[in-house]
């Protein structure tokens, strides 16, 4: 399985097991919150038969410790009492500085008429009292700390993803570095050997022909050998001319593939320097125009289009190939991500690099349509 999926797959199980985790928080937090409101419902109505007994109690002489004692006992619930007509008439377990405030009285009654039914308190055969009441401090608690504790958890999972990528770039970074190291280290003995076998034959009765190939090929890898030489190091950057430059990258692409795959260049006629290092450049280019050939199954076109405005350049790879599906459009720029059987992944996130971190500019796949045409645009700043 292709290392893009698998950790993708890992994603989605965390991400589902996640939910779970919320899901079963939620509804535990749900059934106690369901609980602890019937507890202060039957606390209420424990309260207002209280208030009740006290106000129909007969007789100085009757026994209202206990009484007293219920009605006195509640600290929590904001509780409001109020006539037939909507009057407040006693409120307790309010701010006592706001609760002077018929306004803030008002609001509060209004509050509570929306949080829980009201108890009736019958007086008398001709008079019948409201309770109304809020949910205490530790039920609305209880209703957001899941909320609280999500919102904290999730804190910590962003900073430790960030944490993580950011210690991930750098170990890749770290690899992009050695690996181009030991690649151009490695190339450059062979490369050595080539070249004095060249200095050598250009001395004997060797065909003419023979010793000009060669030498192109010696040419080449001294080429590759400077790219992953530059990978491995902050590259230099010189004005050049954008036009020759992709031009001679895209005369490199056509002059190795089938004669069936059609080029076109669109460019103005005129130079625009940027600033680049052709070598690593040149390097996307060609990875791009390979990447389109591939696409192509042997038939088809590759079209590089430059425009130029203000303060930026654009450079446009497009093919009519088999194309890119949407959701795909980000990660073909991951290291390890490929379509291909015997690819390695690593063209699109070379190209990536060198584009984003050695010339500040931009990549990405502007528009796919599989099996119509992919565009892949390039952004640089002069």
């Known amino acids: 399985m ?3 999926y698998r950790k993708q797959l890992w994603k989605v199980s965390l991400l589902l097991l996640a939910i779970i985790v919320a899901a079963l928080s939620l509804l535990y937090t749900n059934r106690l919150v369901k609980s602890l409101a019937v507890e202060e419902r039957n606390r209420i109505e424990l309260w207002a038969e209280a208030t009740r007994e006290l106000i129909t109690s007969e007789g100085p002489g009757a026994d209202l410790s206990f009484i007293l004692r219920v009605i006195q006992n509640n600290e929590t619930i904001p509780v409001m009492v109020t006539n037939e007509n909507g009057e407040i008439l006693y409120h307790r377990n309010l701010d006592e500085q706001k609760a002077r405030d018929s306004i803030f009285l008002q609001k509060a009654l209004q509050k509570m008429r929306t949080e829980n039914p009201p108890i009736l308190l019958p007086i008398d055969d001709d008079q019948t009292q409201r309770i109304y009441y809020g949910d205490s401090l530790v039920l609305k608690l209880l209703i957001y700390y899941p909320l609280l504790q999500f919102a904290v958890a999730a804190l910590f999972i962003a900073l430790a993803y960030l944490a993580f990528s950011a210690a991930r770039k750098a170990e890749q970074n770290q690899v992009w570095v050695g690996l181009s190291k030991e690649t151009a280290h490695q190339l450059g003995t062979p490369t050595s050997s080539l070249m004095a076998l060249a200095e ?11 010793k000009i190939e060669l030498e192109k090929d010696i040419r080449r890898l001294e080429k590759i050998t400077d790219r992953f030489s530059k990978i491995g190091s902050k590259p230099v950057l010189e004005p050049v001319d954008l036009v020759e430059a992709v031009g001679h990258a895209l005369d490199y692409v056509k002059n190795r593939v089938s004669s069936a795959i059609r ?3 669109i460019a103005p006629e005129k130079n625009i ?17 390979k990447n389109s050939v591939d696409s192509l199954n042997g038939d088809g076109s590759v079209r590089v289009l430059i425009s130029e405005y203000s303060r930026l350049v654009h450079i446009d790879v497009a093919d009519n190939g088999k194309g890119i599906p949407k959701f795909l459009f980000k990660a073909v720029f991951k290291p390890g991500f490929t379509t291909k059987s015997k690819g390695w992944g690593l063209g699109l996130s070379l190209a990536k690099r060198i584009i984003e971190m050695y010339h500040g500019g931009k990549i990405f796949v502007l528009n796919s349509e599989p099996n119509v045409n992919t565009t892949i645009r390039i952004v640089l700043y002069k």
């Open 273 to 289: 320097p940027v600033p680049l290092n052709v070598s690593l450049f040149d390097w996307v280019i060609e990875n791009l125009c």
């Open 2 to 4: 292709n290392l893009y």
């Open 200 to 210: 050598l034959l250009r001395e004997q009765a060797i065909d003419s022909q023979t």
């Open 263 to 265: 080029f076109e260049f």
